[in-house]
RNA sequence: GCCCGAGUGAUGGAAUGGUAGACAUAGGGGACUUAAAAUCCCCAGGCAGUAAUGCCGUGCGAGUUCGAGUCUCGCCUCGGGCACCA
């Protein structure tokens, strides 16, 4: 472009611009009954803290930002939307302290959310943003609930649960400190058994791991990650009568082989059966005061791995069907947990835990394989050696097929029958707070529980003078009577509603769905609707590989049962974003006084240089360390395109133009961002060297505007282009112009470089060889020495394999 | 303890089994400038050497191969997840 007098790039009046500009014309928004292919792209959506935004937080989102904009210029109809995550402790806290509704705190922290985005000129359908908080979305997260609960999948129970002393409420798993403390007050957790509602989670476990495997898109880690969540173990339970009392304990064991070598019983001290076992005996009163002490302890406290085994006799005996009716003493000990398999465990000295207990109550053991090292027995955990003392399959190696004969043989002698277990449990789905969606539930006296009607959703939280916890474990919503107390849509008498909330996990358990139908008020979405847009073709994030994902998996399949969609995973593809860290290598925080704000880089350096480097920064599923000094060069990068502008063009076609659409089309498919960068590096240096012409200028302006909108638009419009080159066509690069005439290949002598060739591409194989063998300083390698063979592999070396 | 990742210049990193260090930052030298900034050009893995060049080099040790950062086995370190798991 001949401009009679240069301009400087001015990065705030072009951002500032082209933002407004985009917003009035609506260029973003995804079409209603579009011809084009559709591509649905997902960020997890944030939860808005009252901290703001730091840089790590936008990576994702540009990410997303610069696949969607290359989506929609190669023709898809795209949807690519934010939305709030709102619901939440942190809100709360707010309002109790500062005595105002936490919607107030919400809308504040929304607010900021959205400018702090806004400024970094993303491609998002605004007319589509949800939250959580909205009536108009909860009441399709309380749909969902009444659904599970018709299907059986939602039921109370008293679940012991995590209880802080002080701030007098439930604490989730997540709240609780490593060290069995209140992440607020630092007080002591203690465990209490509480009504809550529960759902089923277990009865999809097996096809959450199963389906696993249809999901090759997903990074490995976090498919392992989640197996392990669900925790499947197969084995066999084994019932054992107890001696003169009319009571049968079940054990799980997940190794079978090794049944032959218990020698005791280790039962739960919250073991149902306790009591009874020692009822009216002289070991009742030490059993049940060490019961009591241990029950005491919060079960994140217990499960240090480090802690002291203590264990108490309880003066039984269970009879072992296994080893010739044998006595088995039964123990009470704080290793054994109710959370896992029956609560109750045949113990052997193949098991460095059992053993070390056995020893220290001088609890008689046997060995069934012999030991390897004179100190210690052999860990069933490895599952070989030769059995003994073992009946029938005395002398017999442990392998797959004898362990499979071996638990038939139990099974078939009624010892006991083949078992699962799975370390997921039910997902205690309440919680006695107040910012949380309505249990859509109703207490009657004479019909018990009664679900609210669809009709009557959703039920609104009401407004509450103090968001305190109440302290006897209700929610505040309890203190309000005119909320509670209500009628029974069955039976028309006085009832009440159920005062638990949702925990925070609910509501970004389906909300995807609600974008593509963001107005529905007669379905959770349109049949048709969601046909044309599920599944989710990309969804972007990071930090929450196990819970999130698992338990949106569970919600999709679910709805999937009902009929209320069509697939049975919402995210075939799953893109896996690394942190970024502080500059001191720590992570960003406000205790390290390390946090680098978005707004003050995207002002110094402007939001299109701040996107490429948030992209540059390194692969983009790795964690990398921030260095704002990083910004100097995708600044430079963006001010040589705009001097390019201010020069006149050239006639010449440029060689690296078609690489740098192949690289960079292919790098952004492939979420490989720092590569598709440099490529757009290495072209605009040769660019600037060599000179470009006008075309092959705005090509470049196409492959860079995914990632710099804003001077990318400003530099398109002013070479006169009308429509936004956001509309415009993705370029195509053309396969013959990648191919190189010339090439270097290196030349090896025993696979030691000593030289290169510069040659036509397509040298045969045999001119090639004479030509490495005839460079003077290969002949010094070569000489005098028997040549044993020559390795051409084209376009890339040449090996001479000499002797010596 | 178990399960995943990852270890490459000063730094972030690149590299379908085929010329290791692309690209970028920081650094050194130079041009321009009254000067500085900005910009542009050049240098830059280590050791030896004036140089040509040689040797070494992708956490450590073996192996496969004509050829290994890349594949295999055994370790070490760091990051992440799970963990009294029966």
């Known amino acids: 472009m001949a401009s009679p007098e240069s301009k400087k790039y001015d990065h705030k009046a072009i951002e500032a611009k082209w933002q407004k500009h985009w917003q009035e014309k609506g260029i973003y928004k995804t079409e209603d009954n579009s011809q084009k292919p559709k591509q649905f792209i997902l960020d997890m959506f944030p939860y808005p803290s009252g901290e703001g935004l730091h840089v790590g937080h936008p990576r994702g989102y540009i990410a997303t930002d610069v696949y969607s904009r290359k989506k929609r210029m190669e023709g898809f109809n795209v949807l690519h939307p934010m939305g709030w995550d709102a619901f939440g402790l942190p809100a709360e806290n707010f309002a109790i302290k500062n005595k105002v509704h936490p919607s107030v705190a919400v809308n504040r922290n929304i607010a900021r959310f959205k400018e702090q985005l806004s400024i970094i000129g993303p491609d998002y359908d605004w007319s589509r943003e949800i939250n959580t908080t909205d009536p108009a979305f909860y009441k399709w997260t309380q749909w969902v609930f009444l659904q599970l609960y018709k299907k059986g999948l939602a039921y109370e129970s008293n679940e012991p649960v995590n209880w802080c002393p002080t701030d007098k409420t439930v604490l989730a798993n997540e709240d609780v400190e490593p060290d069995g403390t209140c992440e607020r007050c630092g007080t002591k957790v203690e465990k209490r058994p509480m009504r809550q509602w529960v759902l089923k989670i277990t009865d999809y476990a097996d096809r959450l791991l199963a389906d696993l495997d249809k999901l090759p898109k997903w990074p490995e880690g976090v498919k392992e990650a989640q197996r392990h969540w669900i925790g499947r173990k197969e084995g066999i339970v084994i019932s054992h009568a107890v001696e003169n009392k009319d009571i049968v304990l079940d054990t799980f064991s997940a190794y079978p082989a090794w049944l032959f070598a218990d020698t005791y019983i280790v039962i739960a001290p919250e073991h149902p059966l306790v009591e009874k076992l020692v009822a009216g ?151 006695q707070r107040y910012w949380g969606e309505p249990i859509p539930i109703i207490h009657c006296e004479k019909c018990e529980v009664v679900p609210v009607p669809e009709k009557d959703l959703p039920v609104l939280l009401p407004e509450v003078e103090n968001y305190e916890p109440t302290g006897t474990g209700e929610s505040p919503l309890a203190s309000i009577d005119s909320w509670v107390n209500t009628t029974c849509p069955t039976c028309g008498g006085s009832a009440k509603r159920e005062t638990n909330t949702m925990p925070q996990w609910a509501g970004s358990s389906w909300y995807y769905l609600r974008y593509i139908d963001p107005k529905n008020d007669q379905a959770l979405i349109d049949v048709k609707k969601e046909k044309e847009w599920m599944p989710v073709d990309v969804y972007v994030g990071g930090d929450h590989a196990t819970r999130h994902l698992i338990y949106a998996r569970f919600w999709h399949k679910f709805l999937f049962d009902i009929g209320a969609v069509s697939t049975e995973e919402p995210f075939p593809r799953l893109e896996f974003l690394g942190f970024i860290l502080a500059e001191d290598g720590r992570k960003m925080s406000k205790r390290w006084g390390n946090i680098v704000n978005p707004d003050d880089v995207v002002r110094q350096f402007g939001a299109d240089a701040f996107r490429l480097y948030e992209m540059f920064i390194g692969p983009f599923e790795s964690t990398v360390p921030w260095n704002t000094n990083g910004l100097v060069g995708t600044y430079r990068l963006i001010e040589k395109v705009w001097n390019l502008s201010q020069k006149e063009f050239s006639t010449k076609e440029n060689t690296l133009l078609h690489k740098a659409i192949k690289k960079v089309s292919e790098d952004i498919e492939n979420f490989k961002f720092n590569t598709a960068v440099s490529s757009l590096m290495i072209f605009v240096n040769e660019a600037q060297k060599e000179g470009i012409a006008k075309e092959d200028y705005k090509i470049l302006l196409k492959i860079l505007a995914p990632f710099a909108p804003h001077i990318t638009e400003e530099l398109w419009s002013s070479l006169g282009e009308s429509e936004s080159i956001h509309l415009s066509s993705w370029p195509k690069y053309d396969e013959s112009k990648i191919i190189d005439e010339t090439i270097t290949i290196g030349v090896q002598v025993n696979g030691k470089l000593r030289g290169e060739l510069t040659v036509a591409k397509d040298t045969p194989k045999e001119i090639l060889e004479e030509m490495a063998k005839a460079i003077p300083k290969i002949q010094e390698y070569i000489n005098n020495k028997k040549i044993n063979k020559i390795i051409v592999v084209p376009g890339r070396i040449v090996n001479i394999v000499v002797e010596g």
């Open 281 to 431: 005996t002289e070991y009742e009163k030490d059993v049940l005061s060490f019961a009591e002490e241990v029950k005491g302890t919060s079960e994140i406290e217990r499960g240090a791995a480090n802690k002291e085994k203590k264990g108490v006799f309880t003066g039984s005996y269970a009879i072992d069907p296994i080893n010739k009716n044998s006595k088995m003493p039964i123990w009470v000990a704080n290793f054994a947990m109710m959370g896992f398999g029956t609560g109750i465990i045949r113990c052997s000295s193949h098991d460095i835990r059992d053993y070390q207990f056995a020893q220290k109550y001088n609890i008689p053991l046997k060995e069934v394989v012999d030991r390897i090292d004179e100190t210690q027995p052999i860990d069933a955990h490895l599952n070989q050696g030769v059995l003994k003392d073992s009946g029938i399959f005395s002398g017999q190696e442990i392998t797959d097929e004898l362990i499979t004969k071996m638990v038939e043989h139990f099974i078939s002698e009624g010892y006991g029958k083949k078992s699962k277990n799975y370390r997921i449990k039910d997902w205690v789905f309440s919680r």
